[in-house]
Structure formats: C-alpha cells, structure tokens
C-alpha cells in the first residue's frame, strides 16, 4: 500500500512511537530498581515485567525506524516510495510479550504448581494462536473479504483467554488477601480495556475510506494500547508482589522494622 501522507499525519505517527520507546525504556529502568523492594520468591513476576518491556523497547525502535526508511519527504508532504513498512516486527513482539504478560498475572499470585503450570500451559497456547491468526489478515488489503475472516479466528483464542481470566483464574482468587484481590481484579479489567483496543485498530482499515487516515489510526492505536498494556499492567503486577511481599513480613534491604517493632 502506497500512502501519501501529510506533515501532521507522518508526525503523529513518528511521535507515538517515539512516546512508547521512552515509556518501554523507563518502565525498564523502573522495574529493574524496584525488583529489589521485592521478596525473592515474588521476584519472577517482576522479571517478566522487565522482559516484556525490554522486548517491546527493541521492537519499537526497529518499528520507528522502519517507519522513517518507508518515507520520503517532498513538497509539504511524506510519501511512502522507501523500503516496505515492516509490520511483522510487531507481531513479533505481540508473540514474544502477550505469553509473558499473562505469565506475570498467573505467577505473581503463587498458586499451586500443578494449577501455575495448566494455566501458563493454556493461556500461552491461546496467545501463541491468537496473534498468529491476526497476522496473515493484518498485512491484506482493507478489501479482502479474508482480513476479517482471519480477525475473527483470532477472536477465537482471545475470548478463550477471557474465560480463563475471569472464570478459571478467578475460583483461584479465594485464597488471596483482599488487597490482592483487588489488584488482580483491575488487572483483568485492564487487560478486558486494553486488548479491546487492539481488535478495534485491526478493523479500522475496513471502517475508514481513506488510507491515509486509516493507517495514522491504526498504527497510534497499536502504540497507545502497547503502553497500557505493558507498562501499566508491569506496575501492577509490582503492586501485587510488593503487597504479598509485606504480607509475607519482607524488610527492604536498608531499612529497619518500624519503632512499634522496636518497641515490641
């Protein structure tokens, strides 16, 4: 697809991708400063957050640069007659960080071995085919008739992770503090209010006439979802740990027990 777009729409695109390379790196910096905060045996969780961001940090890099060798600039405006805009990269990251994110949620909690394993087993297996089914539709033509065909099969696997999330995940809720509960509530709805974004941006080709517009939409979308989706659900996550972790009786290294303690 041949776009020609104007300052303001190669703009937008440029800068929102620019936003999520500096919300990936500072997440990374965050998480690897906080991890310490932390008890060891919660420290996964936040390990997987690093590596999710880490991950998508390096694939947005390469996806803004391959956004910037797809254009040229002449006459007031950017016209794409460069190196193909590569939009693998991206699913490439989806397929790497989906499976650790839901990883994240399932490990942060501590559940039994057997369930951690069955639910890791099964939510990565969805993932897997959800973004591989979303893939062969995302790079055809707006109006071939097999782009939704291959977005509703990997609705499929997403209404799946759905179900596990909410109904399975959540009979294992009953052990867990009311803190916890809470937190793992707001992750599940944030990943319900997040993923919704995605689908939306995938139909957005088909929805708007115009191309130009269609793309700057989607690709922004994309952007603004990885950054609630990642960033966010980390520090979420590391919100889960850090209450287990008190709940467990874990000091941070270089502080003391409180004055009551002391006392005590």
């Known amino acids: 697809m041949d776009l020609t777009l104007?300052?303001?729409?190669?703009?937008?695109?440029?800068?929102?991708?620019?936003?999520?390379?500096?919300?990936?790196?500072?997440?990374?910096?965050?998480?690897?400063?906080?991890?310490?905060r932390v008890a060891p045996q919660h420290r996964m969780a936040v390990t997987l957050s690093t590596l999710v961001v880490a991950i998508a940090l390096y694939h947005y890099v390469r996806i803004f640069g391959s956004w910037e060798d797809a254009f040229s600039y002449a006459g007031g405006e950017y016209t794409q007659d460069g190196k193909p805009f590569n939009e693998g990269y991206r699913y490439v990251d989806w397929l790497l960080t989906v499976p650790l994110l839901l990883a994240e949620l399932v490990v942060v909690l501590k559940l039994t071995q057997s369930?951690?394993?069955?639910?890791?087993?099964?939510?990565?297996?969805?993932?897997?085919?959800?973004?591989?089914?979303?893939?062969?539709?995302?790079?055809?033509?707006?109006?071939?008739?097999m782009r939704?065909?291959?977005?509703?099969?990997?609705?499929?696997p997403f209404l799946y992770i759905l179900y596990v999330l909410f109904a399975e995940l959540g009979k294992s809720l009953e052990r867990q503090s009311d803190g916890v509960?809470?937190?793992?509530?707001?992750?599940?709805?944030?990943?319900?209010a997040t993923w919704g974004i995605?689908?939306?941006a995938y139909m957005l080709p088909s929805l708007i006439d115009n191309d130009a517009n269609a793309?700057?939409?989607?690709?922004?979308?994309?952007?603004?979802?990885?950054?609630?989706?990642k960033p966010l659900f980390g520090i979420l996550v590391l919100g889960i740990a850090l209450a287990k972790s008190r709940e467990d009786g874990y000091i941070e290294p270089g502080t003391t027990p409180s004055a009551t303690s002391d006392d005590a």
């Open 215 to 229: 793309e700057v939409a989607r690709q922004v979308m994309y952007s603004v979802g990885d950054v609630l989706a």
């Open 148 to 156: 939704t065909v291959w977005g509703v099969l990997s609705t499929i």
């Open 115 to 145: 369930k951690t394993r069955s639910l890791i087993v099964r939510l990565t297996i969805a993932a897997v085919a959800m973004i591989a089914l979303g893939y062969p539709g995302e790079i055809l033509d707006a109006d071939d008739s």
């Open 6 to 36: 104007s300052e303001g729409q190669f703009n937008l695109v440029y800068n929102s991708f620019s936003f999520v390379i500096a919300s990936m790196g500072a997440a990374l910096l965050f998480f690897l400063l906080a991890r310490t």
């Open 181 to 192: 509960k809470k937190l793992v509530d707001a992750l599940r709805y944030i990943i319900l």
């Open 198 to 200: 995605y689908p939306i």
